[in-house]
């Protein structure tokens, strides 16, 4: 799998994201809509190296980290120890569409688009009624995807290389409007011991969903749409807004 060839360079190519802002923005719609005292158990899904399960960790929260890569749930493990914060973490090696949990949680996050990934029909469907079931009533989904316009403008057809000590990736993307999918061909370059280089080829999709797609799943998923914002500030969003940011309410009876 593509993350499992890039887990020890994600952090460096990411690099350019604050976990500390976006968690305060996490905090802010928690804050503003969690109505049963401040909430304790946590869900990160798709947490990859665990940034933001650490970030929300050092907050006070229980996390419970679910990736389908083990070797970014490695670099999670050893991340979240050297923090300080490995004895509030619960990692689970599982597909986000097939996730099984001990109980309940108050809240689930997912970061960095890992929904758009779900490109099968069903898929988003499925990763939601799980994760209404494992939320507790007036539980809080807050994530992110990406919308038409990182789809369109960002990714198109367009290459991108990125390089970190040790490592290259070309990255090769290919948008295709009709379906509404974009793949990705990825070439990484790893340093060996003797300084000869490694290749690596891996392809992997990601799916572009609409605002309307996301509020119908959630509706008939049992949600109820607390809002969609294209930034920290509470814009609201479109399909033109890069990222979307979606925080929705766990209604049971």
Request: glycine share 8%; hydrophobic share 35%.
């Amino acid at each position: 799998m593509m993350y499992d060839l890039l887990a020890s360079v994600y952090d460096e190519i990411n690099g350019d994201i604050s976990y500390p802002e976006w968690a305060d923005f996490i905090e802010r719609i928690i804050s503003d809509n969690y109505t049963a005292g401040k909430p304790e158990l946590v869900l990160d899904l798709g947490c990859g190296t665990g940034s933001m399960t650490i970030e929300l960790a050092r907050r006070g929260y229980d996390m419970t980290g679910i990736d389908l890569s083990p070797e970014m749930l490695d670099v999670a493990r050893e991340r979240a120890e050297e923090a300080g914060v490995g004895d509030k973490m619960l990692w689970l090696c599982q597909d986000m569409t097939e996730f099984e949990l001990y109980g309940t949680v108050d809240v689930a996050v997912s970061c960095l688009d890992c929904l758009n990934h779900l490109t099968e029909d069903g898929e988003l469907k499925k990763c939601l009624s799980l994760v209404h079931n494992y939320l507790i009533p007036d539980g809080l989904f807050i994530f992110d995807i990406n919308g038409r316009a990182k789809f369109e403008n960002i990714y198109a057809s367009n290459s991108y290389v990125m390089e970190t000590e040790g490592a290259m990736c070309v990255w090769q993307n290919d948008y295709d409007p009709e379906e509404e999918l974009c793949g990705f061909y990825i070439t990484l370059f790893s340093e060996r011991d003797d300084g000869t280089y490694e290749r690596y080829d891996e392809e992997q999709c990601e799916r572009m969903y609409t605002l309307d797609t996301v509020k119908r799943l959630l509706g008939e998923e049992g949600f109820e749409l607390i809002g969609a914002y294209s930034d920290y500030s509470l814009t609201p969003a479109t399909d033109e807004s890069e990222r979307i940011y979606v925080a929705a309410r766990c209604i049971k009876e």
